[in-house]
């Protein structure tokens, strides 16, 4: 355009080394070389399988994230008029209000891999099974083989590690049976540990900080709603508690059995950077 060319066929009658300076190159290719070129450039294109393996490269290539992946979800507030947007929950806002929901997976430093994007809210948990993981459970690098997984119970493909959104007994067996791992906030707390159970540990958070968390550790047995003709349904899990200096208890539950207390209670307050 600065040298008033309009047309490809232009480009016969200018210096071809002043044009090529224009696009930062040497010199323009010719006619023919250009429409080839934009032809290709035009092409259609499968931008999620482009994605999908752009986000599997990265998951190669990222050597902190010893199969623990961060699910997140996040609320686009839409303020137009022109949609009629469906409503859900903004937590921060303590509101119901319009807007898409984005479900984000990242690693434990924050990295971003692929974001889902929904317009209709259907929920953490749906997301998670039918999106999420047939996804991760092709992408993930490094998962155990099958016989790997036979010979030992308490091996797992990945970990996921979500906030309460995706608490839910019937989902944590679907979990089980795929043999992956979770990390999450327990609901319904009721009771305190005693004091007596907690232990001071130093931990080294992802940002590289020493911090002295009081952590505590038992075996809880989750029970499911109960419903008539059906057996109730229950989950073990590890349940690591972090007391504060006012005594408030975070409970935080797992199926997580390689990972040390310390380990489990870093990687789930790490989502919050």
């Not at 949609?83 to 690693?107: E, H, I």
């Not at 995706?166 to 906030?185: D, H, V, W």
């Amino acid at each position: 355009m600065l040298l008033r060319v309009t047309k490809l066929e232009q480009t016969d009658t200018v210096p071809v080394g002043e044009v090529g300076r224009c696009m930062g190159l040497d010199r323009i290719p010719d006619v023919k070389t250009l429409r080839k070129r934009i032809d290709h450039f035009c092409q259609v294109t499968d931008v999620e399988e482009w994605l999908s393996l752009l986000s599997r490269d990265w998951m190669q290539a990222d050597e902190s994230l010893d199969g623990v992946l961060y699910v997140d979800g996040h609320v686009n507030l839409y303020y137009g008029s022109q949609t009629q947007m469906p409503k859900r929950f903004v937590s921060r806002l303590r509101l119901c209000m319009s807007g898409s929901a984005d479900y984000w997976v990242n690693s434990s430093s924050g990295e971003p891999f692929f974001v889902v994007h929904k317009t209709i809210n259907e929920g953490m948990v749906k997301v998670l099974q039918e999106d999420i993981i047939p996804r991760l459970n092709t992408d993930v690098p490094n998962q155990p083989t099958e016989p790997e997984l036979a010979a030992n119970e308490n091996l797992h493909r990945y970990m996921l590690v979500f906030d309460r959104e995706g608490y839910s007994i019937e989902f944590f067996e679907f979990l089980a049976e795929q043999r992956i791992a979770f990390c999450t906030y327990r609901k319904n707390v009721d009771e305190d540990w005693p004091e007596n159970e907690f232990t001071d540990y130093e931990v080294i958070t992802p940002g590289g900080e020493t911090e002295t968390m009081q952590l505590a550790e038992r075996e809880t047995v989750l029970m499911g709603a109960k419903k008539k003709g059906e057996k109730q349904k229950q989950v073990t899990v590890r349940e690591i508690r972090k007391k504060t200096v006012s005594g408030h208890q975070t409970s935080i539950i797992t199926t997580n059995r390689l990972m040390t207390m310390v380990q489990i209670a870093v990687y789930m307050f790490a989502r919050w950077g």
